[in-house]
C-alpha cells in the first residue's frame, strides 16, 4: 500500500496521515513558521500563530521573525506560551495539522526547556495563591451593606485642616 520511501519518516503510521508529503522525492524542507507552530499544535488556530510571531513571543534561532520566515528541519524555536518558555529543535517540516501524536513528531523540546518547565511547575506548586491570604477572605453582603452606611461626611480628611 505504502511505497519504502515512508521508512526514513516515522513509520508507515505517519505516511497515512501525511499522504505523499513525506516521500522522499517530495519531502519538504521548509515552510511558514505560522504554519508549522499551528500544524505542531503550539497553537490552536493559525490565526493565533501569526499574532503570537507578530507580537515577538516566537523567536527563530534567537531572533524575532516574521510569520511569512521560512522554517526548516534543525532550526531551533522559541515559543512563550502563557508563562511557559518551551525551546524546541524542528525534526519535521509539515502545513498539515494532523493528530496530537503525530505532531509531536515534528519537535524534539531541549532538555534544558523541559528541566526549566518542571521547575516552573514545582515552583507554581509550592507559591501560595494570593487571594488565599486575605484573612477574612471577600466581604458579604452584609459586610458591603455595612461599608454602604458609613457616614461620608464624618471622615477626616486632609483637605479639612
Known amino acids: 500500500m ?3 520511501d515512508y521508512h526514513d519518516f516515522a513509520g508507515p503510521i505517519t505516511a497515512r496521515v501525511f499522504g505523499p508529503l513525506y516521500s ?3 519531502r519538504m524542507e521548509k ?3 505560522d504554519k508549522w ?3 505542531a499544535r503550539f497553537f490552536k488556530t493559525r490565526s ?3 499574532q503570537e510571531v507578530d507580537r515577538g513571543r516566537v523567536l527563530l534561532n534567537t531572533l524575532e521573525v516574521k510569520p511569512a520566515k521560512e522554517i526548516k528541519v534543525d532550526d531551533t524555536v522559541r515559543v512563550l506560551q502563557g508563562k511557559i518558555l518551551r525551546t524546541v529543535v524542528v525534526k519535521a517540516i509539515s502545513e498539515q495539522r494532523g493528530p496530537a ?3 509531536q513528531l515534528l519537535y524534539e ?3 534544558q526547556s523541559l528541566q526549566d518547565r518542571a521547575q516552573a511547575a514545582e515552583q ?3 507559591s501560595p495563591e494570593p487571594a488565599l491570604a486575605i484573612a477574612h477572605g471577600r466581604p458579604t453582603k452584609r459586610d458591603r451593606r455595612d461599608l454602604k452606611k458609613t457616614d461620608w461626611n464624618n471622615r477626616w480628611s486632609a483637605s479639612v485642616d
Open 2 to 4: 505504502f511505497s519504502a
Open 24 to 26: 522522499s522525492a517530495n
Open 31 to 33: 515552510t511558514r513558521i
Open 37 to 39: 507552530l499551528w500544524a
Open 48 to 50: 493565533l500563530a501569526t
Open 101 to 103: 501524536s503525530v505532531a
Open 109 to 111: 523540546e531541549t532538555p
Open 124 to 126: 507554581h506548586r509550592l
